[in-house]
């Protein structure tokens, strides 16, 4: 059990209790590969008894369809992007990752609010207003952020994912280029730079994702299973193997917010 | 980002503010026919009206979806909408905005709702700080007789029905308002709100506030932006 910490003001009429849950956050880059980790990991910890909530950015049932909406439209401003985000991420806070941490739920994210700070500091929000937003958040078990460099490289795994470039993955609304492709470099290199700022900031743990992908997924593994405590890991690598057994129960305690099988690039 | 306080425009953005039934639409809604007619250009903006926004809310509120916590992000993404779309630009362009309801009625619902007094006013930072913000004050028991008049029944979170203050509706009303009302009260000196009695006629308040928004006025705004009549 361990007590709720949160980076500013806690939210309203919430009673900080201690959990029992894990709240194991993937960072990175679009195109660096944060969901086929996230995926690899639900996989191998279900595996190994525990039971997993995974959750990302847009997919709360209150914002997510609305976000979606404002995006595919041509009027969305800046920060109404930025608060429509945090509203998001309020609801799944509230809704999904706090009882699910309650109920001893290893908690996977496909970002936090590492990546919306950074998209809201390159568009030239004030860095000290978005963070007194996102005060609300509670500080996780461990923040990995898959770092690649190379601005070129994750272009090409944007493309090699089928999916192609996106308007607002690639900072189109920026105009930091004439093509996608010029934009997305462009974009992506602005937000390594701030992901590389806030590292110190809130403790990543850096995961080198220029790798190939079963290294990469190896050593994430191996690193998440010290933080919930599945491994011995020195002198405080004994925690209890029994979040598994309180599982079972926690999932009836679990709100029944659908979470989709295949994680969407917010 | 620019912050409260630090905009500058050649517009000039009047807002009204005050408890349900205290009869500040109305007010504008007379400014509004007044500045019209003596020919300034004049734009409208009304709380939650954002066409991003609007479907979500509709369906929370339906679904009862909302915590304190979205209610007020929520509402904040509204107003940045608003705010990026209605507000800044007319102001820029030398227009007279006029705002039914502005973060100040954020303030009081959100913390009459729990939410913390400053995190709120932070989110809020963004906003453009009004020429005069006016706010008008009707006792609780004067509101509520208004609005009962007015409004066969309340909604749930409109009568604050989420805070699970009471299971009657009205009590709760009561209780909401009466916890908004004291939010605005404080706001009155801490953003040096214009406090009209909302008691008084609504000719008299007219003409008091027609009296306050002319000192800001030039002819010159006139000739800023034609807008189609």
Excluded at chain 2, 158 to 177: H, L, P, R
Aim: aromatic content about 10%; overall charge positive; some cysteine.
């Amino acid at each position: 059990m361990k007590e709720m910490k949160f980076y500013g003001t806690a939210l309203p009429a919430l009673e900080i209790e201690p959990y029992s849950g894990k709240l194991i956050v993937i960072e990175g880059t679009d195109g660096v590969g944060r969901s086929t980790h996230v995926a690899l990991l639900r996989t191998s910890l279900e595996s190994a008894g525990h039971a997993v909530l995974d959750t990302g950015m847009t997919r709360s049932v209150l914002a997510g369809r609305g976000i979606k909406n404002a995006r595919a439209g041509n009027t969305l401003g800046s920060l109404t992007l930025q608060l429509y985000y945090a509203t998001d991420f309020a609801d799944r806070l509230e809704k999904e990752m706090l009882p699910a941490l309650r109920a001893g739920f290893v908690v996977l994210t496909d970002r936090y609010i590492y990546s919306a700070i950074a998209r809201a500091v390159v568009r030239g929000a004030d860095p000290a207003w978005i963070r007194a937003i996102y005060g609300m958040a509670v500080v996780p078990d461990a923040v990995f952020y898959l770092r690649l460099r190379s601005t070129q490289e994750l272009a090409a795994r944007v493309l090699a994912s089928g999916h192609g470039f996106d308007y607002w993955e690639s900072g189109m609304d920026l105009r930091l280029g004439t093509d996608y492709y010029d934009s997305f470099v462009a974009y992506q290199k602005l937000l390594l730079r701030e992901f590389d700022r806030m590292s110190g900031e809130y403790g990543f743990r850096v995961i080198d994702a220029a790798r190939p992908i079963r290294r990469v997924a190896g050593e994430l593994l191996r690193a998440v299973k010290t933080v919930i405590g599945d491994e011995p890991a020195g002198q405080d690598g004994n925690v209890s193997p029994a979040i598994s057994a309180a599982s079972a129960d926690a999932k009836k305690a679990l709100p029944t917010t659908p979470t989709p099988q295949r994680p969407q690039e917010p | 980002m620019i912050s409260y306080g630090y905009h500058r425009y050649p517009g000039r953005l009047f807002v009204v503010e005050g408890t349900d039934g205290s009869g500040k639409s109305t007010q504008l809604g007379l400014l509004y026919q007044w500045l019209k007619a003596e020919g300034y250009p004049v734009f409208f903006s009304e709380w939650n009206s954002s066409p991003l926004v609007k479907d979500t809310t509709r369906r929370a509120k339906k679904r009862r979806l909302f915590t304190p916590t979205t209610f007020s992000l929520l509402h904040a993404t509204d107003f940045a909408d608003r705010t990026e779309r209605n507000i800044i630009p007319p102001l820029k362009a030398g227009a007279i905005v006029l705002a039914d309801r502005y973060i100040y009625t954020a303030f009081a619902r959100d913390v009459a709702r729990g939410c913390d007094r400053a995190w709120v006013r932070e989110i809020y930072k963004f906003a453009v700080k009004p020429t005069v913000a006016f706010f008008f004050r009707a006792p609780l028991d004067v509101a509520i007789d208004r609005i009962a008049a007015a409004r066969p029944s309340l909604k749930y979170y409109e009568a604050g029905m989420d805070m699970e203050w009471s299971d009657d509706e009205e009590d709760s009303f009561k209780i909401f308002q009466g916890k908004i009302l004291d939010e605005y009260d404080h706001m009155v000196h801490e953003f040096g709100l214009t406090q009209i009695d909302a008691t008084q006629s609504i000719r008299t308040q007219q003409r008091q506030m027609r009296e306050i928004v002319g000192r800001y006025l030039k002819e010159k705004l006139k000739e800023k932006v034609v807008l189609p009549k």
